[in-house]
């Protein structure tokens, strides 16, 4: 079937849902959501049916089990099946809400009336199958830290977001005020959804410019210029090989906001940033994860 998706339902202890998350984004998949179905919950995620064969799929349901056993947890109990294009994008739209984040950004499903005007600062958003609808505590975690970061006179910043997905750090960076915003992403339908993410919040693209890539690419779009804070929420094993990268793109008084972390991984985070004179000026934790908000020393 072309276009065709998996759709992955897992039913399972709610104390499982971060371990879950993890084990599914590790896996590729997109789309993510969970409701509370009576004392359980319902775990959905989405992945193209080229990416995985059936084979793959139980192996991942089996790695699932196995979390639960070792986290002596009962065990989670999946479903899935394909489903096409267009069954996708609505399913998965039924599970999302808008959602206030810190104290200043209401992410807003792109397909909802506008709301009337209020004190919060409208997100607008339609991942598509770009990861990042702010459901995920290392998204709200990101956008915390960008808010704390981004006060008064943020107006001269250049920042760098690596692993831009929906657009979601970048969109929210420029509504707090940052003067220019570069999203990279290796993912081309990440790169389409964050482009079209801009258009729905009227964002120019000479203030937010996406482009396919990674480090080196934002790089090459600077003119070797470098940002003055530095976006990055991917998973702990890529962040530690992007730090020399990172690091070569950014002055002495440069900032990052680095997620995607698991408690469990921070210490070797650490001890990469420390070997590159970078300082933990703080570190945040939710639920499982952590984000660093660091600076050059
Ligand atoms: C967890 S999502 C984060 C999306 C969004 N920034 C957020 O905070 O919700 C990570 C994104 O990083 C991208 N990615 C993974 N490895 C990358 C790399 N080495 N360079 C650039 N992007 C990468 C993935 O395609 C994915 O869109």
New binding site residues.
């Given amino acids: 079937m072309a276009n065709s998706w998996w759709e992955i339902q897992i039913l399972c202890d709610p104390a499982l849902e971060d371990s879950i998350f993890w084990r599914l984004?590790k896996f590729g998949c997109r789309g993510m959501a969970s409701a509370l179905k009576g004392h359980s919950l319902l775990v959905t995620a989405h992945l193209p049916q080229v990416q995985a064969q059936l084979l793959d799929v139980a192996a991942l349901a089996l790695w699932l089990r196995q979390d639960a056993l070792t986290m002596e947890l009962p065990m989670p109990v999946a479903h899935w099946k394909l489903i096409d294009e267009e069954d996708w994008s609505s399913s998965w739209k039924q599970h999302w809400e808008p959602q206030e984040i810190g104290d200043r950004i209401l992410i807003y499903p792109a397909w909802l009336p506008i709301p009337k005007p209020s004190e919060r600062l409208l997100l607008r958003l339609d991942p598509g199958a770009?990861?990042?609808t702010g459901t995920?505590p290392?998204?709200q975690l990101?956008l915390e830290a960008l808010e704390m970061r981004l006060g008064d006179g943020s107006g001269e910043l250049v920042i760098g977001?690596?692993?831009?997905?929906?657009g979601?750090?970048s969109i929210g960076a420029v509504l707090l005020g940052a003067k220019k915003v570069y999203g990279?992403?290796?993912?081309p339908l990440?790169v389409g959804a964050a482009r079209s993410n801009r258009e729905l919040n009227q964002i120019s693209a000479q203030r937010m410019i996406v482009a396919k890539?990674?480090?080196d690419q934002l790089s090459k779009l600077t003119g070797g210029k470098p940002v003055d804070g530095i976006?990055c929420?991917?998973?702990a094993e890529?962040i530690i090989d992007?730090i020399p990268a990172m690091t070569a793109i950014t002055s002495l008084s440069s900032w990052g906001i680095l997620?995607?972390i698991l408690l469990e991984q921070a210490k070797p985070i650490a001890d990469t940033l420390e070997q590159y004179n970078w300082v933990v000026a703080a570190l945040w934790k939710r639920q499982d994860w952590c984000c660093f908000n660091i600076r050059r020393s």
């Fill in positions: 984004e770009a990861f990042g995920h290392t998204t990101c977001d690596i692993g831009c997905g929906s979601i750090l990279v992403d290796l993912d990440a890539g990674s480090v976006l929420n991917i998973l890529v992007l997620s995607g």
